[in-house]
């Protein structure tokens, strides 16, 4: 079972960038596909990035989309979210989610394990 961690939330003014971090403690992530959620407050949680497990194929939705990075680092079992031109309909709590298929998937239903969440703030 993964277990996950997310790091490197705050608050930051419009225009400002972040990277989000989540490490993966038990198995590796090299096996499994991982993904960005975020949730605002009223909302429902919302894809915000995902990379394949093998040749780490990426997929934004377009709201991020040229904005937004997500990488993955076998090596040291952590995956990143690089976050750029921030805006304040860019604030939510994020989580970083991981499945046990090769395939990326912009639904939540489809990730097996979830961290526990780091909040961003965009300040306008």
């Known amino acids: 079972q993964v277990h996950l961690v997310e790091s490197g939330g705050g608050v930051v003014h419009t225009g400002g960038s972040l990277r989000l971090s989540c490490a993966a403690s038990g198995p590796s992530i090299s096996s499994y596909a991982m993904g960005w959620f975020r949730q605002a407050p009223g909302k429902e949680r919302e894809f915000v990035a995902a990379i394949a497990w093998s040749d780490l194929a990426t997929y934004y939705p377009d709201s991020v989309k040229g904005r937004f990075t997500i990488s993955k680092d076998n090596a040291n079992n952590t995956l990143y979210l690089q976050m750029s031109s921030l805006k304040p309909e860019d604030s939510a709590v994020y989580y970083c989610?991981?499945?046990?298929?090769?395939?990326?998937?912009?639904?939540?239903?489809?990730?097996?394990?979830w961290g526990q969440g780091t909040q961003v703030t965009v300040s306008s």
């Open positions: 989610a991981a499945r046990r298929v090769e395939g990326m998937s912009r639904r939540a239903k489809d990730y097996d394990y």
